[in-house]
């Protein structure tokens, strides 16, 4: 963890902040890719694939992954030890089939973390969303916590449908979001950037949320492992010490090391790392995706670029389909005209 100080004098000096800020960028852009595997590392991975597929814990097809990346943040995350990357697969994969009682897969054809109907009801409370790329071609995942009101939120959605909208937002970043990433950025993108704002953030919403971030931080590591490059905490407030406090022993060693807890100066650290034109308004950029629903409901970058192209394509089909079955019933006169619909 880094500390930058705003201009009250709570942390270090800022100039100190974008100092450290660089090396930890260094650090978080660690390339996750075979050819960056040591000899014994790759003969390491050789070993938990065959393991792992011969001991069918994981099957040709998964949604969790079965590509060399995949695995590979399994072994990161145990440090290569065999025994403890298959338990933590293992565990994984257990959880992916009982989550929400039938499993991620159906949860999530279910849920669309992107277009649900109290998707607007609980950003007023905890918005949560990815929005573009940085620099490095990163997803940037963005949340802010200064208008957290779960008692008032849980009047219009139950605890039990936010904790799903939770759910499919994480796995929708391995899911769809790290690989439009990569396809659009030419290469391997494995990890994102999360920037959290804690403007208005104050220690009575933290005893609210304090279950649901910890079971939040819980499933991130366990489940999803290594797909968080840089966490950046803006507008800390003073009491933010003492909910450090709390919150660190949550946290794996190498997670707490890509922690930046800023103070109301973020705005070059940001633009350091992320496009003017990448970065909400809100947080010192230009974008607004106007028409879009703004930032935080448009669900802007390469992965929603995917999505409307699939919606495009469905929607073409289904207009030829549409054609056929009605020049049939023109010809059978009195055959009711039916549309099927594609539920790819």
Same mark, same amino acid.
């Given at each position: 963890?880094?500390?930058?100080?705003?201009?009250?004098?709570?942390?270090?000096?800022?100039?100190?902040?974008?100092?450290?800020?660089?090396?930890?960028?260094? *650090?978080?852009?660690?390339?996750?890719?075979?050819?960056?595997?040591?000899?014994?590392?790759?003969?390491?991975?050789? !070993? @938990?694939?065959?393991?792992?597929?011969?001991?069918?814990?994981?099957?040709?097809?998964?949604?969790?992954?079965? =590509?060399?990346?995949?695995?590979?943040?399994?072994?990161?995350? /145990?440090?290569?030890?065999?025994?403890?990357?298959?338990?933590?697969?293992?565990?994984?994969?257990?959880?992916?089939?009982?989550?929400?009682?039938?499993?991620?897969?159906?949860? *999530?054809?279910?849920?669309?973390?992107?277009?649900?109907?109290? /998707?607007?009801?609980?950003?007023?409370?905890?918005?949560?969303? @990815?929005?573009?790329?940085?620099?490095?071609?990163?997803?940037?995942?963005?949340?802010?916590?200064?208008?957290?009101?779960?008692?008032?939120?849980?009047?219009? !959605?139950?605890?039990?449908?936010?904790?799903?909208?939770? !759910?499919?937002?994480?796995?929708?970043?391995?899911?769809?979001?790290?690989?439009?990433?990569?396809?659009?950025?030419?290469?391997?993108?494995?990890?994102?950037?999360?920037?959290? =704002?804690?403007?208005?953030?104050?220690?009575?919403?933290?005893?609210?949320?304090?279950?649901?971030?910890?079971?939040?931080?819980?499933?991130?590591?366990?489940? @999803?492992?290594?797909?968080?490059?840089?966490?950046?905490?803006?507008?800390?407030?003073?009491?933010?010490?003492?909910?450090?406090?709390?919150?660190?022993?949550?946290?794996?060693?190498?997670? #707490?090391?890509?922690?930046?807890?800023?103070?109301?100066?973020?705005?070059?650290?940001?633009? =350091?790392?992320?496009?003017?034109?990448?970065?909400?308004?809100?947080?010192?950029?230009?974008?607004?995706?106007?028409?879009?629903?703004?930032?935080?409901?448009?669900?802007?970058?390469?992965?929603?670029?995917?999505?409307?192209?699939?919606?495009?394509?469905?929607?073409?089909?289904?207009?030829?389909?549409?054609?056929?079955?009605?020049? #049939?019933?023109?010809?059978?006169?009195?055959?009711?005209?039916?549309?099927?619909?594609?539920?790819?």
């Amino acid at each position: 963890m880094r500390r930058c100080e705003d201009d009250s004098g709570a942390f270090l000096w800022y100039t100190t902040c974008l100092r450290v800020y660089t090396s930890s960028v260094a *650090y978080s852009g660690h390339t996750m890719t075979v050819m960056s595997l040591t000899p014994e590392e790759k003969e390491t991975l050789e !070993v @938990f694939r065959k393991q792992v597929f011969d001991e069918e814990i994981i099957r040709e097809g998964d949604s969790v992954g079965t =590509d060399d990346a995949t695995l590979l943040r399994f072994l990161r995350a /145990r440090k290569f030890n065999l025994t403890e990357s298959k338990k933590m697969l293992q565990n994984c994969q257990q959880w992916r089939k009982t989550v929400g009682g039938d499993g991620i897969d159906a949860l *999530y054809a279910r849920l669309d973390p992107y277009d649900y109907p109290e /998707r607007e009801e609980i950003f007023k409370s905890w918005s949560m969303y @990815f929005h573009k790329n940085d620099k490095k071609g990163r997803p940037v995942n963005i949340q802010f916590f200064g208008g957290l009101n779960l008692p008032k939120l849980y009047k219009h !959605v139950t605890p039990e449908r936010h904790w799903e909208a939770i !759910v499919v937002n994480a796995d929708s970043l391995t899911r769809e979001v790290l690989p439009a990433a990569s396809r659009a950025a030419g290469k391997h993108i494995h990890q994102s950037i999360v920037i959290v =704002d804690l403007k208005g953030f104050g220690l009575s919403q933290f005893w609210q949320v304090k279950s649901l971030a910890q079971a939040s931080f819980q499933i991130s590591q366990d489940y @999803f492992p290594e797909t968080m490059g840089q966490l950046l905490i803006i507008n800390a407030p003073s009491s933010f010490t003492f909910i450090w406090g709390i919150i660190k022993p949550w946290l794996a060693k190498e997670t #707490v090391e890509k922690v930046d807890i800023l103070g109301s100066n973020y705005r070059e650290v940001l633009l =350091d790392v992320i496009d003017a034109e990448n970065l909400p308004e809100i947080l010192g950029g230009t974008c607004t995706c106007k028409g879009e629903g703004g930032c935080d409901l448009s669900g802007a970058g390469p992965w929603m670029v995917e999505r409307n192209e699939r919606k495009r394509n469905e929607s073409t089909e289904d207009s030829g389909s549409g054609e056929k079955t009605e020049d #049939v019933a023109v010809i059978e006169h009195n055959s009711p005209i039916t549309h099927p619909i594609d539920d790819k």
